[in-house]
């Protein structure tokens, strides 16, 4: 029987509302500029009709609903991005649009939680963006809600801290819906059952510190809260 020379991580998984059952989790993907008037508030050299890019942040980055996110190292400007999360049931490639949404398992909402001074540093050398996005306790995830219940539809999506509204916007104004993001995606990777993919934040995004409560909503799915702790020692 094979072993292994270290105790391998336990499986990152999430929750299914209404059920015992869980989702595992495989990679988490991230979309770039996915609404314009975000694009806009970043004040940056893009181009608005540029498409969204990729990045990733580690399966281990996730902190579930009621969880703490101890503000991380290394940045002075800890910034929150509220967003819809996809899961996916059912992998593949070059996937079109007109067949993407088969391709869903269910939705949750998640937090982009940015080192934006270092992404700001990254940017202008063109480093990758690892160091501001993919840290560790990054990707706050809520308990997912299957597409069969919940279906497909637009949604309102907010983000309030310390009980005031920072973000506040409809996954309407998304530049790519949710079918166009996994049609794309699909092109650059394949995708498998157990990725999820976080689609990108509106306008509002803003600073936080240790000690704030965040809470995430996408209307019709299961809410998210989490605190910004003290910096790990």
Same mark, same amino acid.
């Given at each position: 029987? @094979?072993?292994?020379?270290?105790?391998?991580?336990?499986?990152?998984?999430?929750?299914?509302?209404?059920?015992?059952?869980?989702?595992?989790?495989?990679?988490?993907?991230?979309?770039?500029?996915?609404?314009?008037?975000?694009v806009?508030?970043?004040?940056?050299?893009?181009?608005?009709?540029?498409?969204?890019?990729?990045?990733?942040?580690?399966?281990?980055?996730?902190?579930?609903?009621?969880?703490?996110?101890p503000?991380?190292?290394g940045?002075?400007?800890?910034?929150?991005?509220?967003?819809?999360?996809?899961?996916?049931?059912?992998?593949?490639?070059?996937?079109?649009?007109?067949?993407?949404?088969?391709?869903?398992?269910?939705?949750?909402?998640g937090?982009d939680?940015?080192?934006?001074?270092?992404?700001?540093?990254?940017?202008?050398?063109?480093?990758?963006w /690892?160091?501001?996005?993919?840290?560790?306790?990054?990707?706050?995830?809520?308990?997912?809600?299957?597409?069969?219940?919940?279906?497909?539809?637009?949604?309102?999506?907010?983000?309030?801290?310390?009980?005031?509204?920072?973000?506040?916007?409809?996954? /309407?104004?998304?530049?790519?819906?949710?079918?166009?993001?996994?049609?794309?995606?699909?092109k650059?990777?394949?995708?498998?059952?157990?990725?999820?993919?976080?689609?990108? @934040?509106?306008?509002?995004?803003?600073?936080?510190?240790?000690?704030?409560?965040?809470?995430?909503?996408?209307?019709?799915?299961?809410?998210? @809260?989490?605190?910004?702790?003290?910096?790990?020692?």
């Amino acid at each position: 029987m @094979t072993g292994f020379v270290v105790t391998p991580p336990p499986q990152t998984s999430l929750p299914v509302v209404g059920t015992s059952v869980r989702f595992p989790v495989r990679r988490v993907y991230c979309v770039g500029r996915n609404y314009l008037a975000h694009v806009r508030e970043m004040k940056g050299n893009a181009d608005e009709r540029d498409p969204p890019f990729f990045f990733q942040k580690p399966a281990d980055a996730i902190v579930h609903d009621g969880g703490v996110s101890p503000y991380p190292p290394g940045t002075a400007d800890l910034h929150h991005e509220v967003e819809l999360v996809v899961a996916i049931a059912k992998g593949g490639r070059n996937i079109p649009v007109q067949s993407a949404h088969e391709h869903v398992y269910g939705y949750g909402v998640g937090v982009d939680l940015t080192r934006r001074d270092l992404q700001a540093v990254a940017k202008n050398k063109g480093w990758p963006w /690892e160091m501001g996005k993919s840290f560790d306790h990054s990707a706050p995830i809520g308990a997912l809600s299957p597409a069969a219940v919940v279906g497909h539809g637009s949604r309102r999506i907010r983000l309030k801290v310390n009980g005031v509204v920072r973000q506040d916007s409809t996954t /309407e104004h998304m530049t790519w819906s949710v079918a166009e993001i996994i049609a794309e995606l699909s092109k650059q990777y394949e995708l498998h059952a157990g990725d999820v993919i976080m689609t990108g @934040t509106p306008e509002g995004v803003g600073a936080v510190v240790a000690g704030d409560r965040i809470e995430a909503e996408v209307e019709g799915l299961a809410t998210l @809260t989490v605190t910004i702790g003290p910096e790990a020692t």
